[in-house]
């Protein structure tokens, strides 16, 4: 084996290598600037998702003409998949960084870590969709996981945001744990860390050998509890209200978005021959999951609480498109997260909008008569409802028309059926914020503490929400050049 | 012929709201005189259509087409036949009327009631013209969010309840209706290898009679709990009696008319075993005669006037289902018929409770009593749409219930019988509303200085009277329009239907339909 590091190695690595040097640079210059002025972090914050952008723009450049290329010996590649990814990440963590400047200081938590803790999560959600070992993977999942238990707690002065970290954490260890005695029976099954060799020894064994089914057990395990699948969901609700909110949304979109990429590499990959055994357990778990999330989102009264049960029902449809599994099911996945992001953000940006130094502002009645205090903000947020309730022409339709159609090309009737009523469960908690905007009494909440970060995150998340649906058919190409090479 | 007449049509109203959102909001009688002047452009620009059609012509007319979503085959297409031809007209008048009808009706919030009424006008202008499935759902969905505000903010007390049932409950069924839509779609492609939603596309396919009847159901729940039928229509009084006026007229005007238009236009031509398999039939005639019964039943024992109109609709949509699935010429064409004069007399017998309500503020029929003598051009107007409602000849409803049960009778002379016991429940209902509203002594004090209608009222009232006396008394243009549009329709169904009965052939050539050319 060659382990010398040459440069395509490198090439492969630079948007972690970007990134994680401008994380440490955040780290350093952190001192040097006073208290009043912390916004220069979140400057320096941009510079480095710009320059992690050139460069996934080069490495895109570099695919489309040259195909897949692996470095690392093979322990990372660039594919088409994880270049999507990518690049939803990069999304996120843009919209994260312009979001939080402000919102740390109403909070008054204003530090220059959290840039460089947004940054090294990014880092680790780039191994998640790049890599194609399991070591290089798990130790994404940790870097990933590890930033997040950190901002999670970030507010040391609020007793929600402190317990909301030591649940994730506490629960999150646990699943990381399940997810490593997995990743140890791979390596005893194939003697080998590498994805493609732990296929075939799979694919070697009988369909009924315990071994597989106990490693296929444990790693599902351990991502069910990552994507927040029912009944693994728990601490999803609790680290959704007690973040803060900027965090939530990132959390809810970015980490949500990075262990679907993990969980679809290594599902259609080691465990794609062994489908016959795990297709009824994920449709189960998927079935289980839109069932939970969207029956407890209708007596939420928190907005975090509900968005947070919103985005559980959320993650079963996504996995739905798994049980599909054909074209238009992973095509539908990528669709989705993309979509995902962009809703989902922006209904979350709402709630940022609404933090003043008076109200914490994520009541449900705190959005009371925000037609008649901020109509373009009552709009927006309905675009994102709607959206969310998956009601053309926005973009949530698109996604949900993808994994639709996938259930019906693979026949899974009773599963499409059950999908679609779940629609109209969800536009009934979804209409409860709508009715609470646009018919109720207008709150004495005070002004909305908006900024120019929270004016250009709502822009491009309600600019996008709508364009994806209006005119879907750029976007859909991206989502076609995502696929696995086996699919295209 | 690429003038985009129909772009024109359906994106006024569209255009209109955008800019509407640019007047302040304090400038309330701008904000009105526009929104009635977009509605009025709108209809304007629709009356070309009624003689630019073709009648000789039974294929959809003045298509426009572009691409749209090449990656799963959607395109923009829209295009008109004779069917949608007249239910377009209808929403641009009853738009219109609705919109001026508002005028003094809604006080606050104007701004916002006006974009939203006129995204509902481009929503249902939209669902008429469509041609592909996708851009037909994607309508039929956008026209739910701004009715579902026009109920919850401009609304009656319970106006949250009912329009969150609205809402919920047609949601439900589009959603069912999609994968309906998704199947076929899907069939398609493993028959011919090329994704699309165009109709004229879809009708090609041969579909097992299996996936037929699945498919059929499913696009049966979303179109029945629109038109509504019988054990569909709950939210139907509740949605029509907390409305405001405007909201009401076009719910009923127009919105139910896209279940029965998604019957005609989609399940019977696309799903045509399952359509007249007599399974089907006998389910959709019987709820037909079931809502018939029911819904004048119902109407009998309202105290609520309003609420009285709302039950009569589902009476009146019940002739309609039931003209539909009688399958022949004389049952379709009756039923479009028929959708179009309940658009005009309950969108006036709305106008008519609005007006009171307007007056009274209140909609128990026991608080009015007497009216005639103060209100005389009132109580005309009021007799005139109660008269075209409960089917009295030379007036609109005459023509198609007539029409409806010469085709029911066609096929079953039981189903005739009892859709008749309707029409003389429909008389006895209206004629004691109209004795207990208009004649007798005043007997409220109340009542004694009420106002007649005004020029505003008289304005948006008399276009839909003068409309019911067109239909009534001379409805020729209107069958010459339908005639070979529902022909198509028939011999899609039952090739020979006209040869076996030795009537003359409307279509003498031979139908592009695999399936009906090989029948010998």
């Keep these: ?488 | 012929m690429q003038d985009h007449l129909l772009s024109i049509v359906l994106f006024t109203p569209l255009v209109g709201m955008f800019v509407l959102l640019l007047i302040p909001k304090g400038q309330t009688t701008l904000i009105k005189v526009f929104a009635n002047l977009v509605m009025l452009a709108g209809f304007l620009v629709s009356l070309p259509l009624w003689f630019r059609y073709d009648r000789s012509n039974a294929d959809f007319q003045m298509i426009e087409r572009l691409e749209w979503i090449p990656s799963i085959g959607a395109r923009f297409i829209i295009g008109l036949d004779g069917i949608s031809l007249l239910l377009v007209l209808l929403t641009t008048l009853v738009g219109l009327v609705s919109v001026l009808s508002s005028w003094s009706a809604i006080q606050e919030r104007l701004k916002e009631y006006y974009a939203f009424f006129l995204l509902l006008q481009a929503g249902m202008l939209g669902v008429f013209l469509s041609l592909d499935f996708f851009l037909f759902y994607v309508f039929w969905e956008v026209m739910l969010v701004p009715m579902y505000f026009i109920i919850g903010v401009w609304g009656g007390p319970r106006k949250l309840y009912a329009a969150i049932k609205f809402f919920l409950y047609t949601l439900l069924g589009s959603v069912l209706m999609l994968l309906g839509i998704l199947t076929l779609y899907f069939h398609h492609y493993s028959q011919f290898g090329t994704y699309t939603f165009e109709i004229a596309e879809l009708m090609r396919m041969n579909t097992p009679h299996t996936m037929q009847m699945w498919v059929f159901w499913a696009f049966f729940v979303g179109f029945a709990i629109k038109v509504p039928m019988f054990p569909f229509h709950t939210w139907l009084p509740d949605a029509h009696t907390e409305a405001p006026t405007a909201g009401s007229v076009i719910l009923a005007g127009v919105l139910l008319k896209m279940g029965t238009y998604g019957f005609v236009r989609f399940s019977l031509p696309l799903l045509p075993d399952a359509s007249k398999d007599s399974r089907t039939v006998a389910a959709i005639a019987w709820l037909s005669i079931i809502a018939i019964i029911y819904g004048a039943l119902v109407s009998l024992m309202q105290k609520d006037w309003k609420k009285l109109v709302a039950y009569s609709s589902v009476s009146h949509l019940g002739f309609c289902t039931l003209g539909i699935i009688a399958l022949n010429p004389n049952g379709l064409a009756g039923s479009v018929i028929q959708q179009i004069n309940h658009g005009l007399s309950t969108g006036l017998l709305f106008l008519i409770v609005g007006i009171a309500y307007e007056r009274r503020h209140t909609r128990e029929i026991s608080e009015y009593g007497g009216l005639s003598n103060v209100m005389p051009g009132y109580a005309i107007v009021f007799c005139i749409s109660m008269l075209a409602s409960a089917g009295m000849p030379l007036l609109n409803g005459f023509i198609g219930e007539f029409t409806i049960l010469q085709g029911a009778f066609e096929v079953s002379k039981t189903w005739a019988a009892f859709s008749v016991a309707g029409i003389v429940l429909g008389a006895a209902y209206l004629l004691w509303l109209f004795q207990r509203t208009m004649f007798g002594p005043i007997t409220n004090p109340k009542n004694e200085h009420l106002k007649d209608l005004n020029l505003r009222e008289w304005a948006y009232t008399l276009p839909l009277i003068l409309c019911c006396f067109w239909i009534g008394v001379y409805p020729k243009p209107y069958f010459e329009i339908l005639e070979k549009p529902v022909a198509k329709i028939v011999k899609r169904l039952q090739p020979d239907y006209y040869r076996s009965r030795g009537l003359p052939d409307p279509l003498p050539a031979p139908v592009p339909v695999a399936r009906a050319a090989r029948t010998p």
Excluded at chain 1, 395 to 402: D, E, N, Q, S, V
Excluded at chain 1, 448 to 469: C, M, N, P, Q
Aim: hydrophobic share 55%.
């Design chain 1, 1 to 488: 084996m060659n382990l010398e590091f040459t440069t395509t190695d490198f090439f492969v690595l630079k948007p972690a290598v970007m990134l994680c040097l401008f994380g440490c640079g955040i780290l350093l210059t952190d001192f040097l600037i006073p208290q009043r002025q912390k916004f220069f972090n979140a400057l320096t914050a941009l510079v480095g998702l710009a320059f992690t952008g050139v460069v996934l723009w080069q490495q895109q450049s570099f695919w489309k003409t040259n195909g897949d290329l692996a470095g690392l010996s093979g322990a990372v590649t660039i594919d088409g998949f994880g270049l999507f990814f990518q690049w939803i990440f990069l999304i996120s963590t843009v919209l994260a960084v312009i979001l939080s400047s402000r919102y740390l200081d109403i909070e008054q938590e204003h530090h220059g870590e959290y840039y460089a803790l947004l940054l090294f999560a990014q880092t680790g959600m780039t191994f998640l969709a790049t890599s194609t070992e399991l070591v290089t993977l798990f130790i994404g999942l940790e870097l990933m996981a590890l930033a997040f238990y950190v901002m999670v707690g970030f507010l040391r002065s609020d007793k929600r945001s402190n317990e909301a970290a030591m649940k994730y954490l506490l629960l999150g260890a646990f699943s990381s744990g399940m997810l490593a005695y997995g990743f140890s029976l791979f390596y005893g099954l194939s003697g080998s860390t590498k994805l493609v060799d732990v296929a075939q020894a799979i694919a070697g064994r009988e369909a009924r050998d315990p071994l597989v089914f106990l490693a296929l057990a444990t790693t599902s395990v351990g991502l069910f509890f990552k994507i927040a699948a029912v009944p693994f969901h728990m601490w999803a609700p609790d680290a959704y209200e007690g973040a803060p909110t900027a965090i939530t949304a990132y959390l809810s979109v970015a980490s949500k978005a990075a262990s679907f990429a993990f969980l679809l590499r290594i599902f259609q990959t080691a465990f794609e021959s062994i489908r016959p055994t795990w297709e009824p357990l994920v449709a189960g778990v998927a079935l289980a999951t839109m069932t939970i999330g969207n029956l407890a989102a209708i007596s939420q009264s928190n907005i975090k609480r509900l968005l947070a049960y919103s985005s559980i029902s959320h993650a079963g449809y996504i996995l739905l498109g798994l049980v599909s599994g054909n074209q238009t099911g992973m095509k539908g996945i990528a669709v989705y997260v993309l979509v995902y992001t962009f809703m989902n953000f922006g209904a979350f940006a709402m709630v940022v909008a609404m933090r003043n130094r008076q109200i914490i502002g994520d009541d449900l009645d705190d959005m009371a008569g925000l037609i008649h205090r901020r109509p373009t903000y009552a709009i927006l947020m309905l675009v994102f409802l709607l959206s969310l309730a998956g009601i053309p022409p926005t973009a949530g339709f698109l996604g949900k028309y993808y994994i639709f159609l996938s259930l019906i090309e693979t026949r899974h009737y009773y599963l499409a059926v059950f999908a679609v009523l779940y629609v109209a469960v969800a536009a009934y908690y979804y209409f409860r914020i709508v009715r609470v905007m646009f018919t109720s009494e207008a709150a004495s909440g005070g002004e909305i503490s908006d900024s120019l970060g929270v004016r250009v995150a709502l822009a491009i998340t309600a600019g996008f929400t709508l364009l994806i649906g209006l005119y879907p058919e750029p976007f859909l190409q991206a989502a076609q050049r995502s696929l696995f090479a086996s699919l295209r």
